[in-house]
């Protein structure tokens, strides 16, 4: 209580009860105190009570670890630090309760009774209980639907069925208007299940509200299983190597050819009937092999002479679709995907208006990507301006998964 500004007084309290042994979880130590990961079943319980609506925060620890759970609050407290407190618990729970609710301030009129235990408990039941208490009700229990079938049994036999329809499972944070619960207690003469029992019992109504499946109660060794379960991610992802961050890479690849071999014009992956051939060792296609430049560029993968160069014989005389299909496995197995492939050539002829849109049908499908195609005359000037030959400038960009 030392800070200059002190926080205001608060109207609920919540007693967080630790100081079980936790002899179901069978571990050495208590279970308040067991990690669920690297932090401990208190640990996370309190983040969920500090991040809950204001209250006064009382945490009832085991004997021997009432420092631990006043780390445990410097941990997670925030702003919050000085409206929380430790104290020793009993050997029953209704005992650790009851020295809790001897260190609620004197002016707190609802008090919330928590299990530590139900670590992962979301600061949304808190709100629901307070809200029942502050419109008048003086009892208030978070309850689940139950979903299993269920059977009273007397040693190893079933003597009846139970109706679930009129049945729920009770879980915490239970919400008292204190001078109801304070009275309970301070009456109680038997022990009892918990405190909307003991409430009950004194002759006050207790009223539901919804709980929450993560509001259970860690109690078996499979619970601290599904708690782990739950705050760390999946097994198959966390083993799943990290991907890189997405990136993209453009590349640059230009080709020229002249006009004089045999047979029919190749050009932009189109058969051009009637028009001269461009002499080179495959088609001469300076559009297809401009796209196979800058991919191969972009995909830091070489060029076309690394990989389609005259030392490999079966290029020779083929077409585009052979290239760009190659091209595109290449980058492939890099690791990268061709976003798009953006070529213009230049030259006279052929005239490219006509047959454009073809030719970005026919790369596109060959190269598995889109390719858009353009065309562009030198105004006479230069080999392509004169008809002596075709220049293609191409740009591909590329990215990773
Ligand atoms: N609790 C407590 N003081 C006790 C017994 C229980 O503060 N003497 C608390 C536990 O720490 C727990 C909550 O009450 O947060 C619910 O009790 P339970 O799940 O039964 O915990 P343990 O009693 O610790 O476990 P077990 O019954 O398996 O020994
Ligand atoms: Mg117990």
């Known amino acids: 209580m030392s800070s200059a500004v002190p926080l205001p ?7 967080v009860v630790a100081a079980g042994s936790g002899t179901r979880l069978g571990v050495p130590r208590p279970k308040a105190f067991v990690g669920i990961d690297e932090h401990t079943v208190l640990h996370h319980a309190l983040q969920g009570v500090f991040a809950a609506p204001y209250a006064q ?45 001897a260190a609620v301030w004197p002016d707190v009129e609802f008090v919330l009774v928590h299990d530590a235990a139900r670590a992962l408990t979301p600061p949304a039941v808190f709100v629901r209980v307070i809200a029942e208490l502050e419109s008048g009700r003086g009892a208030v229990l978070p309850v689940l639907p139950v979903v299993d079938t269920l ?26 208007r204190r001078d109801i619960l304070q009275t309970a207690y301070t009456a109680a003469s038997a022990d009892h299940t918990d405190d909307a029992a003991l409430v009950q019992a004194a002759g006050h109504t207790v009223w539901t509200v919804a709980g929450d ?64 051939a461009l002499h080179g060792h495959s088609d001469g296609d300076a559009v297809a092999h ?42 492939g197995a890099a690791g990268y995907t061709i976003a798009n492939v953006s070529v213009q050539v230049q030259t006279i002829r052929p005239r490219f208006a006509a047959r454009r849109q073809e030719a970005e049908a026919v790369l596109s499908a060959s190269l598995g990507a889109a390719v858009s195609v353009s065309a562009t005359t030198t105004d006479g000037l230069g080999f392509t301006g004169s008809g002596e030959g075709v220049a293609a400038y191409a740009v591909a960009l590329l990215v990773t998964r």
């Not at 007084?9 to 007693?15: D, F, K, L, N």
């Open 9 to 15: 007084r608060p109207r609920t309290a919540i007693v």
């Open 57 to 101: 925060v009382v945490v009832v620890a085991p004997e021997a670890h009432v420092g631990d759970a006043l780390t445990e609050i410097e941990e997670t407290a925030g702003g919050r630090r000085e409206i929380a407190s430790v104290v020793a618990g009993g050997r029953t729970r209704q005992a650790s309760v009851s020295a809790g609710l």
């Open 151 to 176: 059977k009273r049994i007397e040693a190893d036999a079933v003597i009846d069925a139970l109706d679930r329809d009129g049945v729920a499972a009770a879980q915490t944070p239970q919400g008292f």
């Open 213 to 276: 499946e993560r509001a259970f109660k860690i109690t078996t060794p499979a619970d601290l299983e599904r708690a782990r379960s739950l705050i760390t991610p999946d097994a198959p992802e966390a083993a799943a190597p990290a991907l890189p961050p997405p990136s993209s890479r453009v590349g640059i690849g230009t080709d020229v050819h002249a006009f004089g071999g045999e047979g029919a014009l190749w050009l932009a992956g189109l058969e051009w009937p009637g028009e001269p």
């Open 290 to 331: 401009a796209i196979v430049d800058a991919v191969l560029a972009a995909a830091g993968l070489g060029d076309i002479g690394t990989h389609f160069g005259t030392d490999h014989p079966e290029y020779a005389g083929a077409h585009a679709d052979v290239f760009l299909r190659r091209t595109a496995a290449l980058a």
